[in-house]
């Protein structure tokens, strides 16, 4: 069966049963169905039917205080879904009841007894450490799989050597199709020619056409199946067949994409050696506007971003997402702009060129600051106009902010507006700048500003109160607000 991909993966790797009835300490004992089921989660009910409160795949937990009917308890629980019962003898029962037992091994679902001495809270606490642990591992594997990409990708046959890496990493078989469904280059173990069909087939649901799904999954010849669209612009399509599907996989196979979309791009060459020349022009000396010109005629839309998924390729993503080779990914440095809701200072952003022409919609994951259009003699200007929208975005919570022209605030010299700004803010610190930020741009609201900051809502009432005691101002006055606001935009 063929899907097309569109559910989130599951916060943390699912945990075998066997490895919760391993910890010794909790003392629990399977007493029917197999011990390699997958926990996503746990849940704790004494409800006579807790159908509807099970999203599946969780160890459900019970004393059996509401115990009527074990048959069609336990029909109910595997119609939920649940991967497994646990059942706490005492302070209800002292020992399992054998129809229950009984009705678990006739639908399959592992029953797990619970000693008296074993607080459910515990064998809870001791699921969630696994599922910790399982995570840590499989970050520190998408970590270790993501720097050995990009090393493949340094080769000098970067294909190849991209899709040998990827299909080392995931156990399996990468295969590169064509537009036309053949297959251009592949790696990894054979697969059965059943499968090998199906993959075929499951990269031609995506093809070439406008509008259509990037990824699509499905099973074929006893493995598991996932394709996804290249974003070059030729048709191509990743092909991936495995045995099992980690929770990371889908990471690992998206910078694979990324990087194999850059190397297969036309003419990628070409504008590689068009953009070093006018680097290397301006870094000569050059003027900005005479370097610029062979990149295209302009205008040009500065962007700021921040935001991904803190992958190193989060950036060429974004920048493959909107449709330009020209981005500056930044460093974990700060850039001045503030600080981020803990008080910690918040990182470089990621800068962007695009053609004035060409379309900006917001991105998943990332908050965008646009500047207006500027031609390259103003692209120092636009930058600024950039950093202060993405300001503005994150004050406002918006996905994406443009610049709005500066009205009477453009009518005051910049470096005079600025001035005044650091004599007028001197007393404050941050968080209490940023907090007076964005307590002035949603107006005052102590809910709303609570929630962009990620606080509690006293804490932004004490804030505010003691931004009043340092500037000795009375922030109920508009005109002591509309100061403040513009002191804040031209710091």
Request: with cysteine.
């Amino acid at each position: 069966m063929v899907t097309v991909d569109g559910s989130p993966a599951p916060p943390a790797p699912p945990v075998p049963l066997a490895a919760l009835l391993a910890r010794g300490e909790l003392g629990l004992r399977l007493l029917t169905g197999p011990d390699d089921v997958a926990l996503h989660w746990v849940h704790t009910s004494e409800m006579a039917d807790p159908y509807p409160y099970l999203l599946g795949g969780e160890l459900l937990m019970t004393a059996g205080v509401q115990l009527g009917d074990p048959a069609h308890y336990v029909g109910r629980v595997a119609e939920a879904g649940a991967a497994a019962l646990a059942f706490g003898v005492t302070p209800v029962y002292d020992t399992v009841p054998p129809e229950l037992v009984e009705a678990c091994a006739d639908r399959g679902l592992p029953l797990v007894e619970v000693p008296p001495r074993t607080p459910f809270t515990a064998v809870a606490r001791a699921l969630w450490r696994l599922m910790a642990e399982a995570r840590l591992r499989e970050l520190r594997r998408v970590t270790e799989a993501q720097q050995s990409l990009a090393a493949a990708a340094a080769r000098p046959a970067p294909v190849p050597a991209v899709l040998g890496a990827l299909a080392s990493r995931i156990a399996g078989r990468a295969v590169l199709f064509g537009a036309d469904g053949t297959e251009s280059a592949a790696a990894g173990r054979a697969v059965p020619e059943e499968a090998a069909r199906a993959l075929r087939e499951l990269a031609g649901v995506l093809g070439p056409r406008p509008g259509g799904p990037a990824s699509a999954s499905g099973d074929g010849g006893g493995l598991r199946l996932a394709a996804y669209a290249l974003g070059g612009g030729d048709g191509l399509t990743l092909g991936l067949a495995t045995e099992r599907r980690g929770s990371g996989d889908h990471t690992i196979a998206g910078v694979a994409v990324v990087l194999l979309s850059l190397l297969t791009a036309p003419h990628r060459g070409v504008d590689a050696a068009v953009r070093d020349g006018a680097l290397v022009r301006l870094l000569l000396g050059t003027p900005p506007a005479e370097a610029a010109a062979p990149l295209g005629p302009g205008p040009w839309t500065v962007v700021h971003a921040r935001g991904g998924d803190g992958t190193p390729f989060a950036a060429a993503s974004l920048a493959a997402a909107l449709g330009t080779p020209l981005v500056d990914a930044g460093t974990s440095a700060t850039d001045g702009a503030g600080a981020g809701a803990d008080g910690a200072p918040a990182p470089t952003p990621v800068r962007l060129l695009l053609p004035a022409s060409a379309p900006l919609t917001a991105q998943p994951g990332w908050t965008l600051g646009a500047a207006a259009p500027a031609h390259a003699r103003d692209l120092a200007a636009a930058d600024a106009e950039a950093a202060r929208a993405l300001r503005r975005a994150e004050a406002s919570r918006t996905p994406l902010a443009r610049h709005r022209p500066a009205g009477f605030g453009g009518l005051v010299d910049p470096a005079e507006a600025a001035a005044h700004a650091r004599t007028v803010l001197a007393p404050l610190a941050e968080p209490l700048t940023e907090t007076l930020r964005v307590w002035l741009s949603l107006h005052g609201s102590w809910d709303r500003t609570a929630t962009a900051l990620d606080v509690h809502r006293n804490t932004v009432r004490q804030r505010i109160a003691r931004c009043t005691a340092l500037l000795d101002r009375d922030l109920d006055d508009p005109d002591v607000r509309m100061e403040l606001w513009f002191a804040l935009r031209s710091a």
